[in-house]
């Protein structure tokens, strides 16, 4: 029995603007992507790494203003204990 490995292209189905956007920043990041007009845009989830910069780049431009700040807040709240 042969295993075959799962396709890791995603279809992300975005804002035209924003999906121009986080096309841009993929491709200074190296993530293997693709955006045709019109098209969702279509993103290779090759290694955790890309997994990870994938979800922040969509995060940081499709997160709401309030939501980002209230983030942050949270962040700066935080007590760090060793």
Known sequence: ?????????????????????????????????????GQPLRVAALSPTAVLQIWSVV????LPREAAIAALETCWKMTVTV
């Open 1 to 37: 029995m042969e295993m075959t490995s799962p396709d890791p292209t995603v279809a992300l189905t975005l804002d035209p603007v924003d999906r121009w956007m986080i096309y841009s920043r993929l491709q200074d990041l190296s993530v293997p992507c693709a955006c045709d007009c």
């Open 59 to 62: 995060r940081s431009v499709t």
